[in-house]
């Protein structure tokens, strides 16, 4: 049963105006997870994908860039998890067509909140503030050339890298507290 | 604010690794694999032989699925050989009234009409995302959802 209510009178003109409105915010999530490119790819192809099976199904079309970037950081996800030698299914697990439930937060990643961001990051101390610049800015870095560029053990990159995110993610908690 | 989050707003923020305008046709050609009207077929769990893994994995072998919708069952059944992806299959109950059995992928499209008790096959498909839809005369196309095989 078709109603006005959902995607399923989307026209070509309208795909094409989500595809320039989410694809990159889409494309950088795949990333964020620290796939290659091809699988990022894989990951973003997905989420498309996964609205061409869903569209008579997605219930509130306002929130369908949400939908979108939750679906690829799903797709990333279980990608990430089969790069890694785990068994993970070849589909991901929804409750039925339509069934990922948009992450609101997934709404405010875009270039503006980047910038927001950077803000923050640039208040943090050394070795975070080169940290994650490195990080951010070489999506494909190995922990080595990072050890190598900051001149630190590579065996504490990990560590310092989730410690240091840690910080720029409450930094910006608190920036957004009332 | 989950760290991926964070991290692709700072990526935006900065310009740093954009979107490849290849992923970016591929998402605009994604629209004109919609199958309006189409009932999209469900996975189903398939009976695990005694003695065979409970994931359904085999090390390489094949894998079988099940999709249901609409009264019709679809195995499908996948291997990837020589770098190119082959998928075989069932449409069930017998006798089936399916038309022809079309196996989709992003780039690409194979039909077949499906032997007596259902059975079809496609070889030489690029790996990645593919779908099967059965067409049947006088009712909308059923489908199942995108399956992700890589080697």
Same mark, same amino acid.
């Given at each position: 049963?078709?109603?006005d209510?959902?995607?399923?009178?989307?026209?070509?003109?309208?795909?094409? @105006?989500?595809?320039?409105?989410?694809?990159?915010?889409? &494309?950088?999530?795949?990333?964020?997870?620290?796939?290659?490119?091809? @699988?990022?790819?894989?990951?973003?192809?997905?989420? &498309?994908?996964?609205?061409?099976?869903?569209?008579? *199904?997605?219930?509130?079309?306002?929130?369908?860039?949400?939908?979108?970037?939750t679906?690829?950081?799903?797709? *990333?996800?279980?990608?990430?998890?089969?790069?890694?030698?785990?068994?993970?299914?070849?589909?991901? @697990?929804?409750? $039925?067509?339509? $069934?990922?439930?948009?992450?609101?937060?997934?709404?405010?990643?875009?270039?503006?909140? $980047?910038?927001?961001? &950077?803000?923050r990051?640039?208040?943090?101390?050394?070795?975070?503030?080169?940290l994650?610049?490195?990080?951010?800015?070489?999506?494909? *870095?190995?922990?080595?050339?990072?050890?190598?560029?900051?001149?630190?053990?590579?065996?504490?990159?990990?560590?310092?890298?989730?410690?240091?995110?840690?910080?720029?993610?409450?930094?910006? *908690?608190?920036?957004?507290?009332? | 604010?989950?760290?991926e989050?964070?991290?692709?707003?700072?990526?935006?923020?900065?310009?740093?690794? =954009?979107?490849?305008?290849?992923? !970016?046709?591929? !998402?605009?050609?994604?629209?004109?694999?919609?199958?309006? #009207?189409?009932?999209?077929?469900?996975? +189903?769990?398939?009976p +695990?032989?005694?003695?065979?893994?409970?994931?359904g994995?085999?090390?390489?072998? =094949?894998?079988?699925?099940?999709?249901?919708?609409?009264?019709?069952?679809?195995?499908?059944?996948?291997? +990837?050989?020589?770098?190119?992806?082959?998928?075989?299959?069932?449409?069930g109950?017998?006798?089936?009234?399916?038309? !022809?059995?079309? +196996?989709?992928?992003?780039?690409?499209?194979?039909?077949?009409? =499906?032997?007596?008790? #259902?059975?079809?096959?496609?070889?030489?498909?690029?790996?990645?995302?593919?779908?099967?839809?059965?067409?049947? !005369?006088?009712?909308?196309?059923?489908?199942?959802?995108?399956?992700?095989?890589?080697?």
């Amino acid at each position: 049963m078709h109603s006005d209510n959902t995607l399923a009178r989307l026209d070509r003109a309208a795909w094409e @105006d989500l595809v320039a409105r989410f694809d990159g915010r889409m &494309w950088a999530v795949a990333r964020a997870f620290g796939l290659s490119a091809a @699988d990022a790819a894989d990951a973003v192809q997905g989420a &498309w994908l996964r609205l061409v099976e869903s569209a008579d *199904a997605i219930r509130d079309p306002d929130r369908v860039g949400a939908w979108l970037v939750t679906t690829t950081r799903n797709e *990333a996800a279980r990608l990430s998890r089969r790069s890694r030698g785990e068994v993970v299914a070849d589909i991901e @697990d929804l409750d $039925g067509p339509g $069934g990922a439930t948009p992450d609101p937060a997934a709404e405010v990643v875009d270039a503006d909140f $980047g910038r927001h961001v &950077w803000r923050r990051l640039n208040a943090l101390g050394e070795p975070c503030r080169s940290l994650l610049r490195l990080y951010v800015l070489n999506p494909d *870095a190995r922990y080595s050339q990072i050890a190598i560029r900051l001149d630190l053990p590579i065996g504490s990159i990990g560590p310092t890298r989730a410690r240091c995110m840690s910080r720029l993610r409450a930094l910006v *908690a608190d920036g957004e507290a009332p | 604010m989950r760290e991926e989050y964070l991290l692709a707003a700072l990526r935006m923020g900065a310009g740093a690794d =954009p979107v490849p305008d290849a992923v !970016s046709a591929a !998402s605009r050609a994604a629209f004109a694999l919609r199958l309006p #009207g189409g009932v999209a077929a469900a996975p +189903v769990d398939v009976p +695990v032989p005694p003695g065979a893994r409970s994931d359904g994995l085999e090390d390489g072998g =094949p894998r079988l699925r099940r999709f249901t919708a609409s009264g019709l069952t679809i195995d499908v059944e996948t291997s +990837v050989s020589d770098g190119l992806l082959e998928v075989a299959g069932q449409i069930g109950p017998a006798p089936v009234a399916v038309a !022809s059995v079309e +196996v989709r992928t992003p780039h690409m499209s194979n039909s077949r009409v =499906p032997s007596r008790d #259902g059975r079809f096959a496609v070889a030489g498909l690029p790996p990645g995302w593919f779908s099967v839809v059965c067409h049947r !005369s006088g009712e909308p196309p059923v489908f199942t959802r995108w399956i992700h095989v890589r080697p």
